[in-house]
């Protein structure tokens, strides 16, 4: 399999975020993280708030993967995350902001609050936080 590469597309609703081939691939699965190698069998993963890593030749990457599915068929994969970021482009003082912002409105225990969409807030920001400052560990 000297050679084989995988291709990897990342596709949100508003954006295609990635398109390139790639050596290896870490999904984070429902079920826990899975690997990628050319040749898997075509499998459809359900994908969890989590990091996504690949790596091409030295160079590794991460991603911030929230939600979504994987399809992999042929040495492709497709990625339909519901949002996804690169390392590179978090701004982490900005995912601070909204941490802070999300854990203030469930304090307030407020009628008005939505908790589930302010505990996702939460969910988004702190894997944000995560991604950012994660280094890869192939």
Not at 104 to 115: G, P
């Amino acid at each position: 399999m000297a050679g084989k590469k995988l291709k990897l597309q990342i596709i949100t609703p508003e954006r295609q975020v990635l398109d390139k081939e790639v050596d290896f691939v870490a999904l984070p699965a429902y079920n826990g993280e899975m690997g990628v190698l050319p040749g898997h069998v075509q499998y459809v993963a359900k994908l969890n708030y989590g990091v996504l890593r690949y790596k091409e030749g030295d160079k590794e990457e991460t991603f911030a993967v929230m939600g979504g599915l994987a399809e992999i068929e042929n040495d492709k994969i497709s990625v339909f995350a519901e949002d996804a970021a690169l390392a590179g482009e978090i701004d982490e003082a900005a995912a601070k902001q909204k941490l802070a912002q999300a854990k203030a409105s469930l304090s307030k225990h407020d009628a008005d609050i939505d908790i589930e969409l302010a505990e996702m807030e939460i969910k988004k920001a702190l894997l944000m936080l995560k991604v950012k400052k994660q280094q890869p560990k192939f």
